[in-house]
């Protein structure tokens, strides 16, 4: 399983108010061993890997297959995440994979703080099921990483279009790709679109089994 493959959605829930964004994340990371599969996720390979290495962002990199898989490539990857649970085993992974040099694990919360922006930006900017019932200030985060996209650069934005068959989301409303954009309120003379749409993949369920999944995916190359 990838991020967005997994039977809880978007991190659970808090236990009580007081608990912050990391506390609830961390209880997720480490009510057990690796939470997800090591792989990549496949909208994240389908696009940018018809990109030319670069500079890459990783937003809730998690446990890191994305970053890993984008360092094994050549690109020298940013990865951002709350938990330092994730980020330890994104170390150890890009440890085992030889890569570590090529990534930089940065442990925030974005909703209150942001890494430094290299000089012309980052070449890629990707956010794999960035989503969350708790308090997030998604479009701001994703409209800040956007102005920190380099020019001829991408920003991926890859959500749930639905719950995941075996979540415990399956009351939650996604927004469609395009609400996502309108949010976004990006000027289109800036961007030009690569991939807009909902589209649906088969992956492994938490038992083995084959499940469809239906994904947002909105890639956008900043002209
Ligand atoms: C559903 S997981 C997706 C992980 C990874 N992108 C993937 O696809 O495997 C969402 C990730 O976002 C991180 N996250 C959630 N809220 C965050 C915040 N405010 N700041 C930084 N990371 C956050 C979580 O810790 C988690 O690792």
Redesign the pocket.
Known sequence: M???D?EVL??GHQEDPEET?EQV?ERL?TERGQR?SGRP?QRLVEVAGEFTPGRAL??????G??SVWLAQRGWAVTA????PT?LGRLTAQAESAGVADRIAAIC????TAFPDVPDGGWHLVSA?????T?A?PRTAILRRAAAAVALGGLLLVVDHGEAPPSSNHHDVVFPTVEETLAELALPSDAWSPVRVERSTRESEGPDGQRVEFVDNVLALRRV
């Open positions: 990838s991020g967005g997994g978007h991190g964004t994340w990371y997800w996720n990783d937003l809730g990199c998690g446990e297959g994305d951002v995440d709350v938990s994730a925030i919360d974005l909703a794999q099921f960035f989503q969350s708790l997030l």
